[in-house]
């Protein structure tokens, strides 16, 4: 036996000991790593084999049919829109979400204790309670005959808006609804963020004569950077996978003006019953979220993270 062989079986063996010392802690470990298996991991899997496949409700008799699926959706213009939207939602919602996030997080900071305890709580509320609640609100909100929405606008005189039956409103009453419920954990990030800065170094600018303006976009907004590179990835994944606002408000109309990715996951595989493409479409939906997360990952080296 060779010196590198004898050092690959030295290695085994110790990693074998390593495992049999701490086998109480793989014990403890392994309910949520058999559930990811479970129920992530097995299920992705099979989500991909089934992309390359022609299957409807009989999934035991479908068609392999290689890369088809994948020429098909790309040359689908409901796709194409649907994709176009979710790009579109990413652009507004999220830089929108971090924006507003951060001018509340600077100003509730200052604020006691008490009141900051409040203000958190204040705007995660609607996070917790879903984005199925909240639309059903805003339905009435939205609503053409005796919503608010309308109700302010007839006090200025201008006519009535058809917020989620026509085409250029349904997108923005889509987004104005996703934001009301997605700015609540970026205040908290923020506001944690804003309390690990180092009070020396704001002294040291206060000494220097920097204003409150000053601090703010010289040293707060340029140390808050991980936090906000983290807030921008994790947004960017979540509306990425928006569906259950368009569910409640739009059913992806009119005319797929407010369709996204994962809705028309879901109408394809469950109310039009093509699963092969269903599996497709999430593929691709994939891909692009693993792509963001790399940005991701590339963008917190460059912090030093």
């Known amino acids: 036996m060779s010196e590198q062989e004898k050092d690959i079986v030295t290695r085994i063996k110790t990693l074998a000991q390593e495992i049999r010392k701490g086998w109480t802690g793989y014990l403890f470990i392994a309910p949520g790593y058999i559930a990811f298996i479970a129920f992530m991991l097995v299920p992705l899997l099979f989500a991909i084999s089934l992309s390359f496949y022609e299957s409807s409700f009989n999934i035991s008799a479908r068609e392999f049919v ?25 652009l507004v ?6 924006v507003i996030s951060m001018v509340l997080a600077l100003l509730i900071d200052p604020l006691g204790m008490k009141a900051q305890s409040f203000f958190r709580g204040a705007f995660y509320i609607p996070g917790v309670a879903g984005g199925v609640v909240l639309s059903v609100v805003w339905l009435w909100i939205f609503n053409p005959t005796y919503g608010l929405f309308n109700f302010i606008l007839g006090l200025f005189h201008v006519e009535p808006v058809m917020w989620i039956a026509s085409a250029p409103a349904s997108f923005w009453a889509v987004c104005m609804v996703v934001l009301t419920f997605t700015v609540g954990q970026p205040i908290i990030l923020f506001l944690a963020g804003l309390a690990g800065i180092p009070q020396d170094i704001l002294d040291a600018a206060t000494v220097d004569g920097a204003t409150g303006l000053q601090k703010t976009f010289f040293v707060r907004i340029p140390l808050m950077r991980p936090v906000i590179l983290f807030v921008l990835a994790t947004q960017t994944i979540q509306v990425f996978q928006l569906w259950e606002v368009i569910y409640m408000l739009t059913n992806g109309g009119p005319f797929n003006s407010s369709n996204s990715l994962v809705y028309l996951i879901f109408q394809t595989a469950f109310m039009n019953a093509k699963y092969g493409r269903a599996s497709a479409i999430g593929v691709v939906l994939l891909v692009i979220i693993l792509f963001f997360t790399f940005i991701q990952l590339r963008l917190w080296k460059e912090t030093d993270l």
């Open 66 to 90: 290689g890369f088809k699926q994948y020429v098909r959706i790309f040359n689908d213009p409901v796709f194409i829109k649907a994709l176009t939207n979710t790009v579109a939602y990413t």
């Open 93 to 98: 919602i999220v830089p929108a979400t971090v």
